[in-house]
């Protein structure tokens, strides 16, 4: 089977599409104009565009085929604050939706596919949890697998199997204590930022004991005036590991950290999650096989397994539920590290683009020969009951 290409005016459009989402960068849950784009753009190639779905207003599906298999190719927009696309987002919509054009044209040379194909537009992915919402709110329901694809610098192709992510949880503690004159009267005062240093000074002791890959920080919020005891004080913190196991592990010994601030100075203190749980990916072997078939055939030679990325993604959420798979590609020359200034500048050189036509095309063919050979497309729904029965 021929790997099947971006070209013409429509290879150009959708190299539009992705410019436009990197010259005007929309963060999460905001990114109105950014999900207009890729909506406008695949109802004009004969999709049925559904907007607002899971009642996020920035989220989409995009259906086109009535099959039997339901393929999901899963769309990031969101950027990042003071940077823009320093995650390479916008190559990540511009890669799904020509991996959905390029099916359509498969579907439409080909009914006997048997195939759907939905684009979903993901809101939220830097912070938020955009797919863990949409999960469950049912966005997901009835997709058998789900791919996307991720930039990354330098020029290795990674071999997807194997290789995980970190998951990761975020929240804010509020220390409540009570305020008073730092001069006139201070012992009357209970220092809620006292509580917050102690916290901070317990977790950075806490570190010698973290094993190596394991991730944990904390970002006070709130300052104050020298002449005021702080009655309130505010500090963000997450933590990551590479499995669930050890993720809620660390933090339990991480939430001991933030007890102790209250215990050694009479704050109250109140924790509450910021986003929901970003879960490990579980790469699927079967589809990652066929991905590395694209690969090796585009000239982009396998440079071994990421292993555990340093890295955390809501598409874990959805590898929890649905066979999936989140590859990592170098784009050639490029030297800045993610989530910079510089990524996201040298990101939409014409390596970014070159990379977006290999992924599209990649992504393309692992949903084509899941959909033609009888043999994987039984594994892949077996994959499929099994997982949205856990």
């Given amino acids: 089977m021929s ?3 971006l070209e013409g005016d429509r290879r150009e459009r959708v190299h539009a599409l992705a410019r436009e989402l990197h010259a005007d960068p929309e963060l999460a849950f905001e990114e109105h104009r950014s999900a207009q784009r890729v909506a406008a753009l695949l109802e004009a190639e004969g999709f049925a565009v559904e907007r607002g779905v899971g009642e996020l207003p920035t989220a989409l599906r995009a259906s086109r085929g009535s099959g039997s298999l339901v393929a999901a190719l899963c769309v990031e927009y969101d950027a990042l604050p003071g940077i823009g696309h320093g995650c390479g987002h916008h190559l990540i919509a511009g890669a799904s939706v020509g991996a959905a054009l390029l099916l ?44 996307m694809t991720h930039p990354t610098p330098h020029t290795d192709t990674y071999d997807p199997v194997g290789s995980t992510s970190q998951a990761v949880g975020r929240w804010r503690a509020t220390y409540t204590g009570r305020g008073a004159h730092a001069a006139a009267n201070p012992s009357e005062g209970v220092n809620a930022n006292d509580a917050a240093v102690i916290a901070q000074v317990a977790a950075g002791l806490l570190r010698q004991r973290v094993k190596d890959g394991r991730r944990l920080a904390l970002v006070p919020q709130q300052s104050g005036v020298t002449n005021i005891i702080p009655a309130t004080a505010v500090v963000d913190l997450e933590c990551r ?56 055939e585009r000239g ?17 959420n959805v590898s929890q539920h649905v066979p999936s798979l989140h590859p990592f590609v170098g784009i050639t020359g490029v030297d800045a590290a993610l989530h910079t200034a510089g990524f996201a500048a040298q990101s939409a050189g014409a390596e970014g683009y070159r990379l977006l036509d290999d992924a599209a095309a990649a992504m393309a063919h692992v949903v084509r020969r899941v959909a033609a050979d009888g043999d994987l497309r039984s594994q ?11």
Avoid at 380 to 390: P, T
């Fill in 104 to 147: 359509a044209d498969a579907l439409a040379a080909d009914p006997s596919l048997d195939l759907t194909v939905q684009v979903i537009g993901t809101p939220a992915e830097e912070h938020g949890g955009g797919k863990q919402l949409l999960i469950e709110r049912g966005v997901f329901a009835g997709v058998h697998l789900a791919l």
């Fill in 241 to 296: 590991a590479p499995d669930l196991e050890e993720f809620h592990a660390l933090h339990e010994s991480l939430l001991d950290c933030l007890r102790a601030g209250a215990l050694a100075t009479g704050c109250a203190l109140e924790v509450e999650a910021l986003e929901p749980l970003y879960e490990p990916l579980r790469q699927d072997d079967l589809l990652g096989g066929l991905w590395n078939e694209a690969m090796v």
């Fill in 3 to 5: 790997l099947p290409l």
């Fill in 380 to 390: 892949v729904l077996a994959r499929a009951q099994e997982l949205a029965a856990r």
């Fill in 300 to 316: 982009r030679p396998l440079a071994g397994s990421t292993g555990v990325m340093a890295a955390s993604t809501d598409m874990g």
